[in-house]
């Protein structure tokens, strides 16, 4: 009888850990809020029909830290957007080493920056990369 009661918890733990994952929270900004978050998550904007995923780092070509470069280099990323019952693939640039760039979105206006920034000797591996982002009402 007893083995017969582990077997059951047992077969029930193991149900019940695929519906957790289901359940794991997309984390919520409000608008003129910043977050950071890594490829492959998205990001809800509160009293907004928004959600923002960060597909990841197409192209970094920034120049790094403690190299002197001719050209200040950029960074490029993946966003998929949806709003309004559409999704839609967006890309956003940041040239540079400087402050956070902008991009507009419908009514929407994406500051952001990315990091971490590279340096001399250093990879960046495509996990290691975090999107800094605020949204606000244009």
């Known amino acids: 009888m007893r083995k017969r009661v582990l077997a059951l918890f047992a077969g029930l733990v193991i149900l019940a850990l695929p519906l957790s994952a289901c359940s794991a929270a997309i984390p919520v900004a409000g608008l003129d809020q910043s977050i ?18 960060f597909v990841g780092v197409v192209s970094d070509s ?16 993946q966003m998929e957007i949806k709003y309004g019952g559409a999704k839609t693939k967006f890309y956003m640039v940041k040239r ?21 920034y590279p340096t ?19």
């Open 120 to 138: 001399a000797g250093t990879e960046i591996t495509k996990d290691q990369y975090r999107l800094l982002l605020t949204v606000s009402k244009t």
């Open 62 to 77: 920034r120049c790094p830290e403690g190299v002197q470069c001719v050209w200040e280099g950029e960074v490029t990323v």
């Open 96 to 116: 540079g080493a400087g402050g956070d760039a902008v991009a507009n979105f419908g009514i929407y206006t994406l500051s952001f920056n990315v990091t971490p």
């Open 36 to 53: 950071s978050f890594p490829p492959g998550q998205s990001c809800s904007i509160a009293g907004e029909d928004l959600i923002i995923k």
